[in-house]
C-alpha cells in the first residue's frame, strides 16, 4: 500500500516466552513503563510524518508521560501493600508476566501466553498446591476468555473470584477500563482488593467470621449448662 509502518515496541526488553520457541511474550503493554516506550516511538512517528504539529506532538506526549510516570509509582506502592505470602497472581492465562516483573507479584495460570492450548491436568494440581500451600484468597477472571475453568479452580479450593482483569484489550467505553490508563489502575485496585483479604477457611468462610461463630456455639453451651445447673439446684 506504500504506508509508512512504525515499530512502537522498539526499546522495549522482551520477555522470552516459555511456550513457544524463538517467540516472545506478547503482553509488554501491561508493564507502565513499557507504555512509555510506546508513547515515544508514537510521537516520533508522527513528528516525522507531520513536522508542523511538532509542538503538539510533544505537548500531548509529555503530559502523557507525566500520567504514566505516576501511574506506575502508584502500582508500585499498591502492590506493595499485599503481604508478601500473598503476592501470587492466578489467572486464566499467562498475560500478565510483565506486570509481575515490574511490580513484584509471583504470575500463576492454568493456560500460558496463548488462549488456544489444551489445559493440562498437571497444571491444575500445580495451582490447587500453590493455593493450598499459600493460602491464596482469591483467582482472576479475564475480559476475553470464558471463567469456567476459574470458577471451578475457585470452587474447589473454596476461595473468591477476585475480580475481571484485563489483559489482551481494553474494555468497552462504558466499562471500567476504557483506555490504556485506566485498565492498568483497574487491575491493579482489583487485584489489591481481593488479595489483602483474609483467605477463606475450608468451610468458606473468611477466619473472624468463623471465629465468631465458634465462640457463639461455646457460649450457648456455656449458658445452656449455667441454666441447667441452677434448675437442678432449685
Not at 500500500?1 to 520457541?21: F, L, V
Amino acid at each position: 500500500t506504500g504506508a509508512r509502518i512504525a515499530t512502537i515496541t522498539e526499546g522495549i526488553t522482551p520477555i522470552t516466552s516459555q511456550q513457544y520457541k524463538n517467540s516472545s511474550d506478547p503482553h509488554a503493554w501491561m508493564d507502565a513503563t513499557n507504555g512509555l516506550t510506546y508513547i515515544r516511538n508514537i510521537t516520533n512517528a508522527l513528528i516525522e510524518l507531520d513536522p508542523p504539529h511538532q509542538d503538539i506532538y510533544t505537548f500531548n506526549h509529555d503530559l502523557y508521560r507525566q500520567q504514566l510516570l505516576d501511574l506506575d509509582r502508584y502500582i508500585r506502592e499498591q502492590i506493595a501493600s499485599i503481604p508478601e505470602q500473598r503476592r501470587i497472581l492466578i489467572t486464566s492465562h499467562d498475560a500478565f508476566q510483565y506486570y509481575g516483573r515490574q511490580y513484584g507479584l509471583r504470575l500463576e495460570s492454568i493456560l500460558g501466553t496463548s488462549t488456544d492450548a489444551d489445559v493440562q491436568t498437571s497444571d491444575i494440581i500445580r495451582l490447587n498446591k500453590v493455593i493450598q500451600e499459600n493460602q491464596v484468597p482469591a483467582v482472576f477472571i479475564e475480559s476475553t476468555i470464558n471463567p469456567k475453568l476459574l470458577q471451578q479452580l475457585a470452587s474447589d479450593n473454596q476461595i473468591g473470584i477476585g475480580g475481571k482483569l484485563y489483559s489482551d484489550s481494553i474494555g468497552d467505553a462504558d466499562s471500567p477500563a476504557p483506555t490504556y490508563y485506566d485498565m492498568l489502575r483497574y487491575n491493579t485496585e482489583t487485584i489489591v482488593t481481593a488479595l489483602k483479604a483474609e483467605p477463606r477457611t475450608a468451610s468458606g468462610e473468611e477466619p473472624a467470621q468463623a471465629n465468631y461463630w465458634l465462640w457463639g456455639a461455646i457460649g450457648l453451651l456455656l449458658i445452656g449448662g449455667f441454666v441447667f445447673v441452677i434448675r437442678k439446684l432449685s
